[in-house]
């Protein structure tokens, strides 16, 4: 017997041995609709009282941000490059995915940074990325709440390690892609997808506890938000 | 309780190998060394005390956070229940998606499988995301054997690694060193250290941003352990904070994830409620900086090569108990570390499993079983003062307290029938002294000798053998002037059958307290 069959086997008859469950479970209480099938209750919030985009959602998000020492770029829709521009800071290379709309990061200006799109025509590899000083890209939904951006791979957002390995990496934001809870935003997302999610730039807090921001990933996360026009 | 003959034996990698799951020494001994290091005691305070103020302050932000935590204990409990069939699902999703998933009954089955992956991927060198499940197996350990180097990428465990120290802590291994320690630890042992080193815990970071960078661009394979695997489409989620995960899970061409076959969700709407409870209970933060979720291979994104290494070790021993199996809910955040009192002045250390504080007093010793009376791991459910703190720390809402009076009764039980040791004999005494009523009388009379030994603080803080055995570690309160049936019979002198005939004191009447002392419990 292999031992995937020997280990089924053995958990198939734990499980039987050990129901019912006692103590440390909870008691499931009613039969309204917070029990959905399984026996598990949900009473907890499931949506927002705010809608996406909203101002109120909108200044959660920006406060959160700014609590993790991220910063918060808003502009109106034409005038992402710009902020896009400010957002880059003294970069002097950045790489984008091959999808991100045109026109997001201005290369006309005299002084503006080498721009590489990833993928065109080879992917980049690691160490070249390692010589890149940022990174622009969309996202697929933030949350207020949590202070929570997504990417999910999209041809906006690229491949996971064009965000990891520049040291700056600016996001921009369409503000309804915002959102105001937790479950609103996982309930968004395409679970086979590759999903990285960032609250604030790479820290740590493993030194007695104070928390250290940059480690590993970016240490400088900006986020350009664009208002509806 | 009910009795479960499929009960695996564990094997350790090597009949030489400290088992990680168990140490040298019992608890009590373990820890008397620990509360006399001041420094330890120093640093433990602070970081507990920091980390308790954060949770406090995130958890009191949301107005459902108990919803959720009933919603996380009844998910924890339906996984237990359907566990079979879940794994079966994970499995036929991952491979799917272009995973390979493989099983392992124990440590050394574990430890294999791993290094036969890295071998057959020709490297001899491996980065590593923090992992209890690996650390469980004593992996790193074995591939060093093996001649395979593991390289722990995560900032508090390579502090551990390069001290060649243990972790203390699970979300914060190098919780027991202060920042003047780590300096010297790097200025020691980091090959590459720059030389005006100094104890800001940000230089200290920078430090091993430079240190660990090459190694992440170069990596070939990957070890990771899972915080969550969806049965239904095969995701697995690691949650982080540095980005050493990041990279970890993405650079390399392999990566291999071991993980307990507990940390099953079923469905992937479930973080919705995990990813609320694990950050805030563990780190104090509203999100962790870093999550990333793959599922299986992605073409042209991350590892191209994908294994699963789904892991028993003893879990089915506890999943076997129809009480122990709720301690398999544990999502290892460490809150109940953070808030137990035991844990913060005796260290993780002296508990001598990778689990310590009060999940790990009843993890610890139904993975592992206990082999007799002398199994140190008998000791841990004695690791604690049953405050209940860690229940109600609990993201899940484990009930460690009520777990840990199970298994210290099943250790008195165990330990029934054969000679009785002088504990036994004095709970023999106890019991016919109390279960005769003049008996008692005598006793509860005499005992007010007790009062002469007493100091002024009311306090009895030295007796003779074999009372000694008590009052060396803990201090007794001197026996009331009067007692409690003395202080009957004055009060209400005319029923003189005692309190328990008539009527009752009324309901809601509080009854005049005896005259105690009013002393402190020892």
Not at chain 1, 57 to 68: F, I, K, S
Not at chain 2, 181 to 204: N, S, W, Y
Request: net charge negative; with cysteine.
């Amino acid at each position: 017997m292999s031992t995937r069959e020997e280990m089924l086997g053995r958990i198939r008859a734990a499980v039987a041995a050990g129901a019912p469950l006692a103590g440390g479970c909870v008691p499931l209480e009613g039969d309204g609709p917070d029990l959905a099938v399984d026996g598990v209750p949900r009473r907890y919030r499931r949506t927002g009282d705010q809608p996406p985009g909203s101002p109120a959602v909108l200044d959660v998000l920006v406060d959160r941000l700014e609590d993790y020492r991220a910063t918060v770029h808003r502009c109106a829709a034409a005038d992402v490059a710009r902020a896009v521009r400010t957002a880059l800071g003294d970069a002097r290379s950045v790489v984008v995915p091959p999808g991100l709309p045109d026109g997001t990061v201005d290369t006309a200006a005299p002084d503006a940074p080498e721009v590489v799109v990833d993928g065109r025509p080879e992917p980049l590899s690691a160490v070249a990325l390692d010589r890149i000083d940022a990174v622009v890209t969309a996202a697929r939904v933030a949350c207020a709440v949590t202070g929570t951006i997504v990417l999910d791979g999209e041809p906006d957002q690229g491949r996971r390690v064009i965000t990891l390995i520049p040291d700056r990496h600016v996001v921009v934001l369409r503000a309804e892609q915002v959102v105001q809870t937790w479950p609103e935003t996982v309930a968004l997302l395409e679970p086979t997808r590759p999903l990285t999610m960032i609250s604030g730039p790479s820290a740590t807090s493993d030194i007695e506890l104070s928390r250290v921001e940059g480690v590993h990933g970016p240490r400088n996360l900006q986020v350009v938000i664009v208002d509806p026009a | 309780m009910t009795t479960f003959l499929g009960v695996p034996t564990r094997r350790l990698a090597g009949p030489d190998d400290e088992d990680p799951l168990r140490g040298s020494r019992p608890f009590p001994a373990a820890a008397a060394d620990a509360v006399r290091d001041p420094v330890l005691r120093r640093n433990l305070r602070r970081a507990t005390t920091t980390i308790r103020a954060k949770r406090e302050h995130v958890v009191s932000e949301v107005a459902d956070w108990e919803d959720l935590r009933d919603t996380g204990s009844a998910v924890k409990a339906d996984v237990m229940a359907r566990l079979p069939e879940l794994l079966e699902q994970l499995e036929s999703a991952v491979t799917a998606r272009g995973g390979v998933v493989h099983w392992a009954a124990d440590a050394a089955e574990a430890n294999a499988i791993v290094t036969d992956l890295i071998r057959r991927t020709g490297a001899d060198e491996v980065i590593k995301v923090k992992s209890m499940a690996t650390q469980e197996i004593g992996l790193n350990e074995h591939l060093a054997e093996q001649g395979i180097a593991a390289i722990e990428t995560d900032l508090a465990e390579l502090i551990v690694q390069l001290a060649g120290d243990k972790p203390s802590h699970i979300l914060v291994p190098a919780i027991h060193r202060g920042r003047a320690e780590i300096r010297q630890i790097f200025l020691e042992r980091m090959a590459d250290v720059p030389p005006a080193l100094t104890d800001e815990p940000r230089v200290l970071a920078m430090a091993a941003r430079e240190h660990l960078r090459r190694k992440f661009l170069s990596a070939k394979v990957a070890v990771s352990g899972a915080n969550f695997a969806i049965a239904e489409t095969g995701t697995l989620a690691v949650v982080e904070s540095e980005g050493n995960g990041r990279m970890c899970l993405t650079l390399p061409e392999t990566l291999i994830t071991v993980m307990g076959i507990e940390k099953l969700l079923p469905s992937f709407g479930d973080l919705e409620v995990f990813l609320q409870l694990l950050p805030r209970s563990s780190t104090g933060e509203r999100m962790n900086p870093y999550t990333s979720l793959w599922t299986g291979v992605t073409p042209g994104d991350g590892p191209q090569e994908f294994h699963l290494v789904l892991l028993d070790n003893g879990r089915t021993n506890a999943l076997a108990d129809s009480l122990g199996r709720t301690a398999l809910h544990c999502i290892r955040c460490s809150a109940c570390l953070n808030v137990c009192p035991v844990y913060e002045r005796a260290g993780g250390h002296a508990y001598g499993s990778v689990y310590p504080g009060p999940i790990g007093a009843v993890l610890t010793p139904q993975l592992t079983g206990l082999t007799g009376g002398h199994d140190v791991n008998a000791t841990l459910p004695y690791a604690s003062t049953l405050c209940g703190a860690c229940f109600d720390a609990c993201p899940v809402k484990i009930d460690i307290p009520s777990m840990l009076v199970e298994l210290r009764g099943r250790a008195v039980d165990a330990g029934r029938g054969g000679v009785p040791d002088g504990w036994a004999a004095a709970m023999k005494a106890a019991s016919w002294v109390m279960s005769g009523e003049r008996r008692w009388s005598v006793a509860e009379t005499a005992s007010r000798a007790g009062r002469l030994v007493a100091g002024r603080r009311g306090r009895i803080s030295r007796l003779p053998f074999p009372l000694s055995r008590w009052t060396r570690s803990r201090d007794l309160p001197a026996p009331p002037a009067e007692t409690f049936r003395q202080w009957w019979a004055r009060t209400r002198g005319d029923d003189d059958a005692g309190p328990d005939a008539g009527n009752p004191p009324i309901a809601g009447t509080p009854a005049p307290r005896p005259a105690a002392d009013g002393g402190d419990r020892p």
